[in-house]
Structures are given as structure tokens and as C-alpha cells.
């Protein structure tokens, strides 16, 4: 088996571990960050956003 | 510099929108993936050409999210009542009952796929008839992409005065016109619309043969729904619209099959044998959960003391004034109110485990089972909800930055006074299945078609009976509702297929309110 063979095997093991944990980051990201610019903490606001924005790339990635 | 309509601007608001449609539509993508893209699609739209700033985004987003648990509490509650009774041998009880009963298999698909889940779409809401009523078609022998479409047509004339009647309240409080004007001309599209329902379900199901076959119990029953929501609505009792109409619809199909025309035997191979499991075990006792459900959704819903008591709980966050740079603005206020206990999400959990607790007393679930039926709600929730969260998120993204206000803008502009009627229920349409609620349809649009109906010299009550009743036949179309029925019958990752046969009928259902909204315009 090629390596890309391997390494899309454990994509598929890991997939519903991932969705699991994805949906969770997209549910709490976004409160967090409704919470810390209600107290004008914008880097934390940025970093939530920033960290969402990759959870759903992530979700396009892995289908 | 502020938000205006062009052709331009138009194209780039429906952007997020053809996005997600083509990539279901042509490369048969999942509703998550597609919703995904959608939402860089949307936000990327929205900074650059209609002036959304970071903090409307993330307000938009937090909102979204509030949108979001209100629809999957229903979901995931759904999904595992479902699993309950299906352990306690439900399903394949009622594969094996409904054929005995009756081997019309015209008959068997009407009373499951058109009227069963129109009384439920009255008690319930978002997707529970067809979270439900899917996987019972599947197991009637119909394929999963078949039965998820025949659930969808079949409940989309019962949306608005489903649900206790939501939809329709969301009307009455935009428009502030009270229910008294708006019931009449919303009962008698939504009546016209529930025959072709029931004829799309008969075709669906059973091709043009059984279509054929169908005309006459779809009419006689199709009237006595429309004309029971419409007593109903007409007078005062809007919030039992649909369930009354479902009710009425259920007794009068049980009559028609009693008919000797249509009671005919089953075929000896068309009845399931029964399983070593499922021997011993009494039909109405493993239908038990469902016979709950609806006593304890009636006991909330309509007794007032226990509604109060249990609506005391809430949940919401409050939002400021939310603007972009084009001076498009959004009101303060709090989001969607979460009524944790006496939210029908609440109601379908105590469903689940009183019946649970009774199915295990009894021994129609073993001992241990209950890790394999949360495992399998887990595998299906997992799924739809990543596409809710990422289709409702476009969806609040689009209405926080002013374009699905400009679309709608757009279509009124662009069409002439006289075949308004006709457009009117493709805009409650759209806003439906962008958003996936005939709620948020008349949320988004129900101002703008006052407007238009007033600036055109046009009868509101009927332009707004057209826009609620295009948004409840436009909300079973849409994808986030399409992924809910998809996950209960394990077509989860392929709602492109599913959506694909589904707008076509959604166009005939639509299509018939537009012509009956257009005639009716010219004879008043």
C-alpha cells in the first residue's frame, strides 16, 4: 500500500472522531467569542474566529 | 456609499446561495461540505461588496448558533426516540401491520408519507416528520431517496399552522395585521397545495400507475384537510390548523381503506415475516412511544398551566445594533429564545424516556441496548447538525449583511403589478430554503411584501397568504431540512441526490399556489 494509501486509511478511521470534535469547536467557538467582545478582549474574539474559520475548512477538507 | 440594488450586486448576493446549490446539485456534494463553502462564500461577499465588519460577523454567527441548538434539540431528541422505538421492534411492527391492513400500496404511501406526517408537522416542528416518518417509508420497502421525498412534499402545506401554527404567528407580528385578516387567503392556498401534495407523494412512490390510482382518495381527503385547517384558522383556532387537518386527514384515510376497492389482501410476499424478536410482542404496546409523543405534546402544548410552568426556563443572549459600512441595520435584541422545558425538543426527550423505561419493563429492549441506539443517533446527528450549523450560518450571514434583503428587493422591482401574485410565493420560496424555516422566510420577507402589495395596488392578505404559504412549501426543499431526513434513513453525505428529485416537485407544489395566487388576484 503507497503511503497516500496509508494516510487516507486513517482519515477514514479518524473521520467520525473529527466531526465529533469539529462540531463541538463550532458550537463553543463562537459563544466564547460572543463573550470575550461583550468584555472588548478582540484578541480573544480574533483567535475564536480565526480557530472557526479553520474548523470549517477543515470540515470542506475531510467531506 | 450605500446598499442599492444593481444586477451586480443582485448576482453577488445569490452567490453564497448558487454555491451551495450547485455544489449538491451538480457534484452531489453533502450538505456539510456544501454548507461549509457556502459560508466563506457568504462572508467573503459580505466584507467585501455589502460592508459587514468583523464584529457582525461574529455577532451573525453567535446568532446562528442560537438558531441552531433550537432546530437540533429537536433533531437529536428525534433521532433517538426514533432509535428507541425502532429497538423495541416498532418499525419493522409497523412494515408488517400496514401491509396486512391494507395491500394498496397506494394507500400505504399516502397515509404514511402525506397524511401521518401532516399531523405530526402540526404537534411538531423542524424535520421531525420527516426524522420520523422516513425511516418508517424505508421500511414499508420504498429506497431512502424515495421515502425522504415523499415525507418532504407530503407535510409542506401543514408547515405554516404547523407547529402551532409558528409560522404564521411570525406573519401576524411582522405585518402587525391581525390573524382574523391573514388566515382566510394563507388556509385556502395552503388547502389547494395539500392535493398535489398528495399526488406528488402517490407518483413518488408508486409512478404514474399509482398516481393515477390515487386521484380519488387525494381529492376527498385533500379536501377535508383544507377545509378543516381552514374552519380552523378562519376562526381564531390558527395554532390547530395543521393538527386538525392532520387528525381529520388520518380518520378519512383509515375510512378510504376499508373501501373494498382499496382494502385489497396483501400478497403473501408483500408482509414481512415476522422476526424471533418480535415475537410475543403486541403492535400497540411497541407504537407506544409514538402515542406518547402526542399526548404529551397536547398536554403542553394546550393545557395553559402546564405550558407555564414549564416555559419558566430560557435561554437567549442579547445583541446590540448590528451595521455595515452601506448603513444596512439590524435592530438590538436578544436572539432565538431557547424555552429549555417546554420545547418540543424537551417534549420529544421525556417521550424518550418514559417510553424507554416502559419498553425496557416490559422486555422489548434488552438489557445493554441502550449504548448501540445512542451509538447510532451519534453516527446520524454527528452529520446533519455540522450542515445546520454551516447552512444557518450562511443563512445569518446573508440576512445580518443585507443580501437576502436585496434579492428579495430585486425580485419585487423587477416584476410587473400584474404577475406579482404569481412571484410572490417563489420569494416566501426562496427565503425558506435559504434559511430552511418558513418562519425566517416571513421573518426576511413578510415586510417587503406588504410593501410591494401596497405599492402595486395588490391585496396584502393575499400577497402575504402567497409569501407564508411559498415558505412552507419552499422550507421542505431546503438543504438543511433535506439533511435531517437524510440522517434517519443513512443517506447522510449524499442529500444531492435527494435534493435533486426534490426540487422538481417542490416546483409543481409552488407552481400551483403561483397560478391559484394569480387567479385569484384577477377575480378580486
Known sequence: MTETGIKMDKLKVLRPKLRIGLLALQILLPLVGYYALQADQLGLTWGTSVAFAVSMAVLIWIG | ?524
Open chain 2, 1 to 524: 456609499m450605500q446598499l442599492s440594488l444593481s444586477l451586480w450586486n443582485w448576482l453577488l448576493a445569490l452567490l453564497p446561495v448558487l454555491v451551495v446549490v450547485v455544489l449538491m446539485l451538480v457534484f452531489r456534494w453533502g450538505g456539510s461540505r456544501a454548507g461549509g463553502l457556502g459560508w466563506f462564500a457568504a462572508v467573503i461577499v459580505a466584507v467585501l461588496a455589502f460592508g459587514a465588519g468583523f464584529e457582525l460577523l461574529v455577532y451573525a454567527e453567535v446568532k446562528a448558533i442560537l438558531l441552531s441548538l433550537d432546530v437540533l434539540f429537536i433533531i437529536w431528541t428525534a433521532l433517538l426516540l426514533f432509535n428507541i422505538a425502532r429497538e423495541a421492534g416498532a418499525i419493522r411492527m409497523i412494515g408488517r401491520a400496514l401491509p396486512a391492513m391494507t395491500g394498496d400500496r397506494v394507500m400505504q404511501s399516502l397515509l404514511i408519507g402525506w397524511l401521518m406526517v401532516s399531523f405530526l408537522q402540526g404537534m411538531g416542528g423542524f424535520g421531525v416528520p420527516v426524522a420520523v416518518c422516513a425511516p418508517l417509508l424505508v421500511g414499508l420497502g420504498y429506497s431512502p431517496v424515495q421515502a425522504v421525498a415523499m415525507a418532504a412534499i407530503g407535510h409542506g402545506w401543514a408547515v405554516s399552522f404547523g407547529s402551532l401554527a409558528s409560522a404564521f404567528q411570525t406573519l401576524m407580528a411582522i405585518t402587525g395585521l391581525p390573524g382574523a385578516v391573514l388566515a382566510p387567503f394563507t388556509a385556502l392556498l395552503l388547502g389547494i397545495a395539500c392535493i398535489p401534495s398528495g399526488l406528488l407523494v402517490a407518483l413518488i412512490g408508486n409512478g404514474w400507475k399509482g398516481l393515477r390510482r390515487a386521484v380519488g382518495p387525494v381529492l376527498v381527503i385533500g379536501l377535508v384537510m383544507g377545509a378543516v385547517q381552514y374552519l380552523l384558522a378562519t376562526n381564531g383556532l390558527w395554532t390547530l390548523g395543521a393538527t386538525g387537518g392532520g387528525i381529520s386527514g388520518l380518520l378519512v384515510g383509515l375510512l378510504w381503506m376499508r373501501l373494498p376497492k382499496y382494502r385489497m389482501k396483501a400478497d403473501a410476499g408483500s408482509v414481512p415475516p415476522e422476526t424471533a424478536e418480535d415475537q410475543g410482542k403486541s403492535l400497540w404496546l411497541s407504537l407506544l412511544a409514538y402515542g406518547l409523543l402526542v399526548v404529551l405534546a397536547f398536554s403542553i402544548n394546550l393545557i395553559e398551566p402546564v405550558d407555564s410552568f414549564l416555559s419558566q426556563v430560557k435561554l437567549t443572549l442579547n445583541f446590540p445594533v448590528l451595521t455595515t459600512s452601506l448603513g444596512w441595520e439590524t435592530a438590538a435584541g436578544p436572539g432565538r429564545l431557547i424555552n429549555i422545558f417546554g420545547h418540543p425538543g424537551a417534549i420529544l426527550l421525556y417521550t424518550c424516556i418514559i417510553s424507554y423505561i416502559i419498553y425496557r419493563r416490559v422486555g422489548y429492549i434488552q438489557k445493554g441496548a441502550l449504548k448501540s441506539i445512542l451509538g447510532r443517533v451519534v453516527k446520524s446527528g454527528v452529520n446533519s447538525s455540522l450542515g445546520i450549523l454551516a447552512m444557518v450560518g450562511l443563512a445569518s450571514v446573508m440576512l445580518h449583511s443585507g443580501m437576502t434583503y436585496l434579492l428579495a428587493q430585486g425580485l419585487s422591482e423587477g416584476i410587473s403589478r400584474a404577475a406579482y401574485p404569481a412571484v410572490a410565493p417563489f420569494i416566501g420560496a426562496l427565503g425558506a430554503f435559504i434559511t430552511g424555516s418558513n418562519n425566517n422566510s416571513n421573518v426576511l420577507f413578510a415586510a417587503l411584501q406588504m410593501n410591494a402589495a401596497q405599492l402595486l395596488n395588490l391585496s396584502v392578505p393575499l400577497i402575504l397568504g402567497a409569501q407564508t404559504a411559498g415558505g412552507a412549501l419552499g422550507s421542505v426543499l431546503a438543504p438543511a431540512k433535506v439533511i435531517v431526513g437524510c440522517s434517519t434513513v443513512g443517506l447522510a453525505g449524499q442529500e444531492g441526490s435527494v435534493m435533486r428529485k426534490l426540487l422538481g416537485y417542490g416546483a409543481v407544489t409552488i407552481g400551483t399556489v403561483s397560478l391559484a395566487a394569480l387567479i385569484i388576484s384577477l377575480l378580486i
